[in-house]
């Protein structure tokens, strides 16, 4: 009855079975950028920050990490191109297993999203498009990126596998592919960056070329069951927008079946928004119905209209980003239907191993 119950009032906490995965409940911890990762190493105050999140079942996401020393373009954000940073992700994976959670990771290049001072011997930062992002753009210092060459963008896939490799020897039940939020995944997608006239420019073909050979290279390494892609068709980070959407999305959806992955966790278009409206004449519905696997949604989230999303079949689960990081108990929250903390978004990338991490409070059951 209570099951029954729940199913009613409260679809997010419903259980759900992804392939070899038997999640407890729908709310996803999204990946979250902390910079709390010194000189690109997982510290031990995230073994506490993750384990807050974890509960019997569910599913967390890992903030975005590098797979390799061109990967990165902020500051103190983790790597796992080295077997130093696989031995330092051990612990928290160990520690999220002990509570009963499916741990993925989340694997990232930013491509021209960085500065020559990210980058190995000073040098520019790699992308599709030797194009310029508006210096100053959300605060940043931008260097001009150098476009790649063909014969260079085999390495750049290999980084993809081996970083895939690497998780799976730390301990992750697998990998999120990041090919959303302007990075360099993205770079290739969307055509107002991507200006190439080679094999990976020019059609919609080509432009997703780059990343469905990423997914193929990762898949064949672990397994397409251990495997995810974020995307984010609909939005215009970091100067990356394009201008057919919707075939962009839904060419990706069908593309992906090809390999057999287990989620695609796309962030819904409202969030894509510049101005912040809500209202938006695009769906991720399509993208939903053309993919085999798991669909994830993802793009500010609440309780209600997350409940709805499950229960009108628009997702089969939820992430949340801003809620899970001041909630570390949050589906216990979404159970009870009780108030929730406040996030301070001026913590949200500080390198404080404590204020904003792992400070807040749960609840007083």
């Known amino acids: 009855m209570i099951k029954a119950m729940a199913s009613i009032t409260n679809p997010l906490l419903t259980p759900y079975k992804m392939t070899n995965f038997n999640l407890s409940h729908r709310v996803v911890l999204a990946p979250m950028t902390r910079n709390r990762s010194y000189g690109n190493m997982p510290q031990p105050h995230a073994i506490l920050y993750y384990s807050q999140r974890a509960t019997e079942g569910g599913l967390l996401i890992t903030e975005a990490t590098g797979v390799s020393n061109t990967a990165q373009g902020y500051v103190e954000t983790p790597g796992i191109w080295t077997k130093e940073q696989v031995e330092a992700w051990k612990p928290i994976v160990n520690a999220v297993h002990e509570k009963g959670s499916v741990f993925f990771c989340q694997i990232w290049h930013v491509g021209r999203v960085s500065n020559n001072g990210f980058q190995p011997n000073g ?100 397994g397409g069951d251990k495997v995810g892609i974020r995307l984010s068709t609909f939005a215009d980070y970091m100067e990356c927008g394009d201008s057919n ?22 962030i819904e278009p409202r969030i894509g928004q510049v101005s912040g409206e809500s209202e938006t004449t695009y769906s991720t519905l399509p993208m939903k119905k053309a993919f085999n696997g798991t ?71």
């Not at 990041?178 to 094999?199: P, W």
């Not at 669909?295 to 089969?316: L, P």
């Open 295 to 365: 669909f994830i949604s993802s793009g500010g989230y609440k309780r209600d209209d997350g409940n709805m999303a499950i229960a009108n079949d628009n997702a089969d689960l939820v992430a949340f980003g801003r809620l899970f990081l001041a909630n570390p108990d949050l589906p216990k929250r979404f159970e009870l239907d009780v108030n929730l903390n406040k996030y301070d978004r001026d913590t949200f990338y500080t390198q404080d191993p404590i204020v904003g991490y792992t400070d807040y409070p749960f609840l007083e059951v």
């Open 123 to 222: 040098e520019a930062p790699l992308s599709s498009t030797d194009k310029e992002m508006t210096p100053g753009l959300a605060g940043g210092d931008w260097s001009p990126p150098r476009k790649l060459r063909a014969d260079e963008i085999p390495s750049l896939i290999d980084d993809f596998r081996l970083a895939a490799c690497n998780a799976i020897e730390a301990g992750f039940d697998g990998v999120e592919i990041h090919g959303a939020s302007g990075y360099i995944i993205e770079q290739f997608l969307k055509d107002q960056v991507n200006d190439r006239t080679d094999q990976y420019g020019g059609t919609l073909e080509n432009r997703c070329r780059f990343a469905l050979e990423v997914v193929e290279v990762v898949a064949n390494e672990i």
């Open 245 to 266: 959407p919707e075939a962009l999305g839904l060419y990706m959806a069908n593309a992906l079946n090809k390999y057999n992955i287990l989620y695609l966790h796309v």
